[in-house]
C-alpha cells in the first residue's frame, strides 16, 4: 500500500522549513561580511575604478608623487584618497586649491611583506599625523623633514620594534602613542628629551625599562606607561604636571611611596598606579583633587588606614584598594560604597568594617571589627556558608549575587540553542518518517 501523498508533502515541508531555519540561526557564526570596503593596505581592490575626472567639481588632485608613495605602501590610489570621508580616515589631505597633500595616514593590517622605503616617506613629509596599526613592516630611518612635520605619531602592534633614540626625532609631536610593541631606552627620558610640546603620552606594554623622567613636560595632560619594566621611584616632579588629568603607571616595577605632594595634581581624574610596589600610606593631600573619577592603588604594599576624604569625592566612580597592607576600619557608610562602579578592598588582612555602620551583606571581602576596631575573624569571602551569626538577609543577598554571576558567566548563545533545536527536529523528524513508512507498508 502506497503512503497516501498529502501528509508526505507536508512531513518535506516541515523538514524544509526547520532546516533553513537551523541554518538562519546559525549565521551568527559566519563572518561578518564587510559592509563598506576598508582601505586596508591588503586590499582586494574593490573600488569600482573611478578615472580622476569624475572627482567632485570641489576637489583638486593629490600631489603625483605622493600617489605613487602610497602605491607603494599598497594603499589603493583608484578612488581619490583625499576624497571625505575614507574609510577609518586613513588618508586625510590639505584643502589645498592646486595640488592637495595628505597631511594624515594610517596604515593598518598591512600585508607581511610591505616594507616602507625612504623616497615614499619623503615625499610624504607633508603629513603631521601618521599611524600604524598592525603593521608590521620594519622600521627604518625617517627623512627629517617628515619626523620635523609629525605632530602626532601612532605605532599599535606595529613596525616590530623600536629604539628610543628612534623616536626622540619626532621633536614637534604632542600626541605620541605606543603600545604593544617593544621600544629599547635607557630610560624615558631618552624618548621624550626633546618634545617641548608634547601633551599625551602612551608607551604601554612596551618592555620599556628604566627610571621615570625627573622632568616631564608641564603641558602633558595624559600620561600612559603601564605595563613596562620601569623602576625606581615616582619622581616628586611629576607632581608639578597641573594639567596632568591621566595618569597610568600600572604594572611596572616602581617602589617607594607615593610623593606627598601628589595632591598638587589638581586636574588629575584617573589614576592607576596598580601592580608595582609601592609602600607607605596613600597620601592625605588626595583630598584636595577634586575630579577624581578613577583610582586604582591595589597590588601594592601599602600601610596606613584607608582615608575618610576619599568619600568626600563627588565623582569618585571607582576606587580599588585591593591587596595592599591597609588596617584599621573601613571609613566608609553603605550609601558611597552602593554610589560606586567598582569597589574593592579585599586582600588587606588588617582592614575590617564597622557592623552597625555597613551591612554584611555588602560582602567587601574584610573582615567585621570588633570594638577595639580589629578584624574579629578571617574576612567572610573565603569562609564557607557555614557562618552561623549571618543572617537570612545576607543568604537572600549572596543568592542573587549568584545570579547575576551567572548571568555574565555562560549562557549557551542563542545560535547553539538553534542550531540543537534544528539539529533534534530534524532527527525526529526522520524517525517518525522511518516509522510512518513502517506503518503504511
Ligand atoms: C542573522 O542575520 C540577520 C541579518 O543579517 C540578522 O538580522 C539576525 O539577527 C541574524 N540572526 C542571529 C541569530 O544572529
Ligand atoms: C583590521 O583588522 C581588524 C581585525 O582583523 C578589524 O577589526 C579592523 O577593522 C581592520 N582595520 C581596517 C582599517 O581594515
Ligand atoms: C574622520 O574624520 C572626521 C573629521 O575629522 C571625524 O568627524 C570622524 O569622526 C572621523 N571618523 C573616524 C572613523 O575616525
Ligand atoms: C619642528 O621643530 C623644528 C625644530 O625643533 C622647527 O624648526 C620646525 O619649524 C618645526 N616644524 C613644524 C612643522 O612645526
Ligand atoms: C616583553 O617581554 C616578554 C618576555 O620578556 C615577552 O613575552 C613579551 O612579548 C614582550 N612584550 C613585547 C610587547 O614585546
Ligand atoms: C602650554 O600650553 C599653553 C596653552 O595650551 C601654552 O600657552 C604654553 O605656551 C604651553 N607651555 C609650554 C611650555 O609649551
Ligand atoms: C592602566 O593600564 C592598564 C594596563 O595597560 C589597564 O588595564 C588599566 O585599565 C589602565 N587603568 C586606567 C585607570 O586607565
Ligand atoms: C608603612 O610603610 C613604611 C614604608 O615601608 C614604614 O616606614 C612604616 O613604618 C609603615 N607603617 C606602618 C604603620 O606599618
Ligand atoms: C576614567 O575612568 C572612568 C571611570 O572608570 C572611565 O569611564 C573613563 O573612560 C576613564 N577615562 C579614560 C580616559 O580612560
Ligand atoms: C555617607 O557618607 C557620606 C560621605 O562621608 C556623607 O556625605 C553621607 O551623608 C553619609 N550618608 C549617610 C546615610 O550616613
Ligand atoms: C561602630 O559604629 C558605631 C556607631 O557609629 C560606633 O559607636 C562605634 O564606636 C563603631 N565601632 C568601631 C570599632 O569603630
Redesign the pocket.
Known amino acids: 500500500m502506497k503512503p497516501p501523498l498529502p501528509p508526505l508533502f507536508f512531513l518535506l515541508f516541515l523538514l524544509f522549513t526547520t532546516v533553513t531555519s537551523a541554518a538562519t540561526t546559525v549565521n551568527a557564526t559566519k563572518p561578518a561580511t564587510p559592509k563598506t570596503p576598508t582601505l586596508s593596505p591588503t586590499p582586494p581592490p574593490t573600488y569600482s575604478p573611478t578615472s580622476p575626472t569624475t572627482k567632485g567639481p570641489t576637489s583638486s588632485p593629490l600631489d603625483p608623487k605622493q600617489i605613487e608613495a602610497l602605491q607603494s605602501l599598497d594603499i589603493p590610489t583608484t578612488r581619490d584618497p583625499c576624497v571625505q570621508p575614507s574609510p577609518h580616515n586613513a588618508t586625510v589631505c590639505d584643502n589645498s586649491k592646486t595640488v592637495r597633500h595628505l597631511i594624515s595616514l594610517h596604515l593598518s593590517n598591512c600585508s607581511s611583506d610591505l616594507s616602507l622605503s625612504f623616497n615614499a616617506l619623503k615625499s610624504l613629509s607633508s603629513l603631521r599625523s601618521l599611524s600604524f596599526t598592525n603593521c608590521h613592516a620594519s622600521p627604518i630611518r625617517f627623512p627629517s623633514d617628515l619626523s620635523l612635520s609629525l605632530t602626532s605619531f601612532s605605532c599599535i602592534q606595529s613596525l616590530r620594534r623600536l629604539s628610543g633614540v628612534w623616536l626622540s626625532r619626532f621633536v614637534n609631536l604632542t600626541d605620541l602613542t605606543v603600545s604593544g610593541t617593544p621600544v629599547s631606552a635607557r630610560g624615558v627620558y631618552v624618548i621624550l628629551g626633546n618634545m617641548h610640546k608634547l601633551k599625551t603620552l602612551t608607551i604601554s606594554h612596551a618592555n620599556l625599562t628604566g627610571f621615570l623622567p625627573r622632568h616631564l613636560h608641564l603641558n602633558l595632560t595624559h600620561v600612559d606607561l603601564s605595563d613596562n619594566k620601569l623602576k625606581g621611584k615616582i619622581p616628586t616632579s611629576l607632581t608639578l604636571l597641573e594639567d596632568l588629568e591621566f595618569l597610568n603607571l600600572s604594572s611596572n616595577g616602581l617602589n617607594g611611596e607615593i610623593p606627598t605632594e601628589f595632591g598638587d595634581l589638581i586636574s588629575l581624574r584617573n589614576l592607576s598606579l596598580a601592580s608595582n610596589s609601592l609602600s607607605g600610606s596613600i597620601p592625605d593631600s588626595m583630598s584636595t583633587i577634586p575630579g577624581l573619577v578613577h583610582v586604582d592603588l591595589s597590588n601594592n604594599h601599602l600601610n596606613g588606614t584607608v582615608p575618610k576624604f576619599l568619600s568626600e569625592l563627588k565623582g569618585l566612580k571607582v576606587l580599588n584598594l585591593e591587596n595592599n597592607g591597609l588596617h584599621g ?1 573601613l571609613p566608609f557608610n553603605a550609601s558611597f560604597i552602593k554610589r560606586l562602579a567598582v569597589f574593592k578592598v579585599g586582600g588587606n588582612d588588617n582592614l575590617c568594617y ?4 555597613l551591612p554584611s551583606k555588602l560582602k567587601l571581602g574584610v573582615a567585621r ?5 580589629l578584624p574579629m575573624s578571617p574576612p567572610p569571602s573565603k569562609e564557607s556558608s557555614a557562618d552561623s551569626e549571618s543572617d537570612s538577609s545576607d543568604y537572600s543577598d549572596d543568592a542573587a549575587d549568584d545570579t547575576t554571576n551567572k548571568e555574565k558567566h555562560h549562557r549557551p548563545s542563542k545560535v547553539v540553542i538553534g542550531f540543537a533545536i534544528g539539529i533534534s527536529s530534524i532527527v525526529f523528524l526522520i524517525i517518525f518518517l522511518i516509522l510512518l513508512a513502517k506503518w503504511c507498508r
Open positions: 576600619v564597622n557592623h552597625s555602620v571589627c570588633d570594638k577595639h576596631g
